[in-house]
């Protein structure tokens, strides 16, 4: 396994701005690449302190030569805007932050994409896909959930109960949850825990945080419905994630029609930080259609 820390990447890679979307908010978009290039969507997953820059600015530094990269912070996350009124429970906030994308991307003149999505990012993905066929080429599921009844695990409830103790010892014991080998932070894991603070301390995080799991509807998909989310689809998932479990990605794989299923071994949760170099190697080729 190759380890990526996650502030190894050359930043010069990847440039930042606001894209306007409608109620004068905005989302923080990461960029990689030229407009025009086939173009890949990045969607993060949940957590405390999440951002599009901690979850996809290793892998987006190393495509740019072929690909025009989008990574938003979504809406309610790092420094992109947060609805007001706050939705309540996380099939509620998915329909919102979802319709942000597809305004950012309007704007953006971006269509069609092929969407990479990591956990809650992976549901997100299911869910573009629902509402807007047209738009999507292909998908790469990572460590998505979606599976109907899946019960979550001890290390998911430790993250969606975080704001119940937040503290620094807090995030690090969390972040360890995220990856087989700890060598993929190298030797700043509590730097990262740190900086990942700083966002949590805000308020409207907390708050968006606790919206999101509050009790409500799930996003989930029944077997029919994804039967007709007919596009070329990877599956990926560490074998030793213990957020999302493998079982979720083996559901996905079974109903996708046009799935194929890529397991990690010596990986957890955040494939495309633990083992960037590989995960960016098996994206590219899926892209190109060469996988």
């Not at 999505?117 to 509402?131: A, D, E, P, T, V």
């Not at 919206?211 to 029919?224: R, T, V």
């Amino acid at each position: 396994m190759t380890a990526v820390a996650p502030a190894s990447v050359e930043r010069s890679e990847v440039r930042e701005s606001d894209v306007a979307i409608a109620g004068g908010r905005h989302l923080r978009v990461l960029e990689a690449g030229e407009p025009g290039m086939p173009a890949l969507l990045f969607l993060h997953g949940s957590g405390p302190g999440v951002t599009a820059r901690a979850n996809w600015e290793n892998v987006m530094a190393g495509l740019g030569d072929r690909f025009h990269c989008i990574a938003p912070d979504i809406l309610g996350f790092g420094e992109s805007s947060h609805p007001d009124p706050q939705p309540q429970g996380f099939k509620a906030n998915a329909e919102v932050r979802i319709d942000a994308l597809l305004q950012m991307l309007e704007t953006m003149g971006v269509s069609p994409v092929t969407l990479v999505g990591n956990s809650m990012g992976g549901m997100y993905s299911l869910r573009l896909c629902q509402l807007r066929p047209g738009l999507v080429e292909k998908m790469v599921l990572m460590g998505s959930g979606g599976m109907p009844g899946l019960a979550p695990t001890p290390q998911l409830v430790k993250l969606v109960t975080f704001f119940d103790d937040p503290s620094v010892e807090a995030m690090t014991a969390l972040l360890t949850e995220f990856v087989h080998d700890l060598a993929a932070f190298g030797d700043r894991i509590e730097d990262f825990a740190a900086g990942r603070m700083e966002l949590v301390s805000r308020p409207e995080i907390e708050a968006a945080h606790r919206a999101m799991f509050a009790e409500g509807e799930m996003l989930s998909f029944s077997p029919a419905e994804l039967a007709r989310l007919d596009v070329p689809t990877l599956v990926v998932h560490g074998r030793q994630d213990v957020i999302v479990p493998l079982e979720c990605s083996y559901y996905l794989a079974e109903h996708l029609p046009q799935a194929d299923l890529y397991v990690m071994n010596k990986c957890g949760h955040w494939t495309q930080v633990e083992q960037a170099e590989r995960f960016r190697t098996i994206l590219r080729d899926f892209a190109d259609g060469r996988l």
